[in-house]
């Protein structure tokens, strides 16, 4: 997971884009940093996706699924 300041970060750079006065070097600070928070959200996102167990209608859990 992303620290409070790297998300801060990435927030305040979206803003300098926003205003128009964002440099090259923060341009691609800002990609690197997204890049990692997209891949911090996937990882979370996947392993919450990979704790949810079905049950039928009696409650019974159903096998797992395989993973595709």
């Known amino acids: 997971?992303?620290?409070?300041d790297k998300i801060e970060r990435i927030n305040e750079l979206a803003r300098k884009?926003?205003?128009g006065t964002l440099t090259e070097a923060e341009a691609k600070e800002q990609k690197a940093l997204r890049d990692e928070y997209?891949?911090?959200f996937r990882q979370s996102f996947?392993?919450?996706l990979d704790q949810i167990?079905?049950?039928d209608e009696d409650g019974n859990?159903?096998?797992?699924?395989?993973?595709?």
């Open 46 to 48: 996947r392993n919450q």
């Open 53 to 55: 167990q079905f049950v």
């Open 17 to 19: 884009k926003k205003a």
């Open 1 to 4: 997971m992303l620290t409070p």
């Open 38 to 40: 997209m891949t911090s």
């Open 61 to 68: 859990p159903e096998p797992p699924r395989t993973k595709q």
